[in-house]
């Protein structure tokens, strides 16, 4: 059983930044695509950005446009998702969540993660 621990989230205003960790406990981390999902209130969870293993292929969902970065550190079993110019409408729980078969079956569905962290929150004020 893998676990994931995310960090990092919490009350800011619309424009400041953050950045979300998530760190796991399996030494086969290195192997893993990593992805981050988010869930408002009412709304079906959706794909934020996912990192192959190696770091080298990252995607992101649409409404990113270029605020948030995804990336990761083999050493520190830890991905990270910095978010920048945040807005109101990126209020949610933030999940993290790993792919064991290294995204073999593609990054940005959530059916193909096998291991997900608790979620943190994170709130934009306007």
């Known amino acids: 059983q893998v676990q994931l621990v995310e960090s990092g989230g919490g009350l800011v205003q619309a424009g400041d930044s953050l950045r979300l960790s998530c760190t796991a406990s399996?030494?086969?981390?290195?192997?893993?695509?990593m992805g981050w999902f988010r869930q408002a209130p009412g709304k079906e969870r959706q794909f934020v950005a996912a990192i192959s293993w190696s770091g080298a292929i990252t995607y992101y969902g649409e409404f990113v446009k270029g605020r948030f970065t995804i990336s990761r550190d083999n050493a520190r079993k830890t991905v990270y998702l910095q978010m920048n110019s945040m807005k109101p409408e990126d209020t949610a729980v933030y999940y993290c969540a790993a792919d064991w078969s290294g995204g073999r079956n593609g990054y940005t569905a959530s059916q193909e993660y096998d291991s997900w962290g608790q979620g943190t929150q994170v709130t934009v004020s306007s």
């Open positions: 399996s030494s086969a981390f290195s192997t893993f695509a």
